[in-house]
T-cell receptor, first 114, second 114 residues
Framework: QQQVKQSPQSLIVQKGGISIINCAYE??????FPWYQQFPGKGPALLIA?????SEKKEGRFTISFNKSAKQFSLHIMDSQPGDSATYFCAALDYGGATNKLIFGTGTLLAVQP | DGGITQSPKYLFRKEGQNVTLSCEQN?????MYWYRQDPGQGLRLIYY???????QKGDIAEGYSVSREKKESFPLTVTSAQKNPTAFYLCASTDRAFSNQPQHFGDGTRLSIL
């Protein structure tokens, strides 16, 4: 119940296309959902995050869509660029809960072809 | 610039040897974390500390030890009891433990077996 399932494992998108990464969870106590971007040899960096009281959050070319009833959330990267090529991790946090852990998905390796 | 510094970037361990990974932060954060990253498995929590002189085990603490004698430092020792230590190790910190404040990550230490 503590898992966050992420798909796809890898993704190839043409420059200018839309990249979509999906995550699903079971624990309804999760109430904070961040996405992290990681370049090779670097640590993850927070990209964008959402709370379950909103269905969508947009920051520049990056959008999180959140479906509370389906317990799913996704990252959309519009106008994908070669510089977006990285590994993306979704995560979920039970803020204020007994476990209080940030649970990470298994990651998606995105390659944007020029 | 404020941030998290991990050293060394690469580390090699001989059989039966203990090795220590350094993590230093100048963000004045109370909480610090150690994660292990393996291909296809996302980030798994090893240990975390919410305050100086206090730390708790994460999901995969066996074979590891930590100390938190100073607010800015949270070293991780990989002991000889850890039979599969080859991985990318990431240190992170936040203002408050497991809050919805973003976790800031260092650039990692890659540990390999000789």
């Amino acid at each position: 119940q503590q898992q966050v399932k992420q798909s796809p494992q890898s993704l190839i998108v043409q420059k200018g296309g839309i990249s979509i990464i999906n995550c699903a969870y079971e624990n309804t106590a999760f109430d904070y959902f961040p996405w992290y971007q990681q370049f090779p040899g670097k640590g993850p960096a927070l990209l964008i995050a959402i709370r379950p009281d909103v269905s969508e959050k947009k920051e520049g070319r990056f959008t999180i869509s959140f479906n509370k009833s389906a317990k799913q959330f996704s990252l959309h990267i519009m106008d994908s660029q070669p510089g977006d090529s990285a590994t993306y991790f979704c995560a979920a946090l039970d803020y204020g809960g007994a476990t209080n852990k940030l649970i990470f998905g298994t990651g998606t390796l995105l390659a944007v072809q020029p | 610039d404020g941030g998290i510094t991990q050293s060394p970037k690469y580390l090699f361990r001989k059989e039966g040897q203990n090795v220590t990974l350094s993590c230093e932060q100048n963000l004045n954060h109370d909480a610090m974390y150690w994660y292990r990253q393996d291909p296809g498995q996302g980030l798994r929590l090893i240990y975390y500390s919410q305050i100086v002189n206090d730390f708790q085990k994460g999901d995969i603490a066996e074979g590891y030890s930590v100390s938190r004698e100073k607010k800015e430092s949270f070293p991780l020792t990989v002991t000889s009891a850890q039979k599969n230590p080859t991985a990318f190790y990431l240190c992170a910190s936040t203002d408050r433990a497991f809050s919805n404040q973003p976790q800031h990550f260092g650039d990692g230490t890659r540990l390999s077996i000789l």
